[in-house]
């Protein structure tokens, strides 16, 4: 059964690689979410992973889309997560911490990450993602 299921953080609909069966773990192809497969009935769709500890499930993440898109850190990262991990605590979601609006697309790795603007200006928005490794106390 090969169908396009939706990916439920970055609202993006991806064609599965392998089968899989309910309770297993998928990383979503786009924005490196780490994803639980869930059958009901006929149904399946993927639920972000209910148990997971919120900074793994994170930490996860970011470095899923940093392979994925083979972008890199600097010692901005740390701060960055707690800035995350404060965001989800008080807004519900990991939204980016230097974006002011608690909206999908600001939902990290942001749309605007995800639309190439690493590419374009080398860094994303807060400085999380690089698309060369930063040098000594860059920022
Ligand atoms: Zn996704």
Redesign the pocket.
């Known amino acids: 059964m090969r169908e396009k299921i939706l ?1 439920p ?2 609202q ?1 609909s991806f064609l599965l690689r392998e089968e899989k069966k309910d309770g297993d773990e998928v990383i ?1 192809p ?2 490196g ?1 780490v994803l639980i497969m869930r059958m009901d009935e006929e149904k399946r769709h993927l639920e972000r992973p209910p148990d997971m500890d919120p900074e793994e499930e994170i930490r996860r993440r970011m470095d899923n889309f940093a392979k994925l898109r083979t972008y890199h850190f600097n010692q901005m990262k740390n701060p960055l997560i707690e800035g995350l991990l404060a965001k989800r605590e008080r807004f519900g979601d990991f939204y980016c911490p230097c974006k002011i609006d608690h909206v999908q697309e600001n939902v990290c790795p942001c749309l605007e990450t995800r639309m190439g603007s690493v590419e374009q200006n080398g860094k994303c928005h807060c400085g999380l993602f690089w698309k060369e490794p930063p040098k000594n106390g860059e920022k």
Do not use: I, K, P
Request: glycine share 0%.
């Open positions: 990916c953080v970055c993006v979503c786009v924005c979410a």
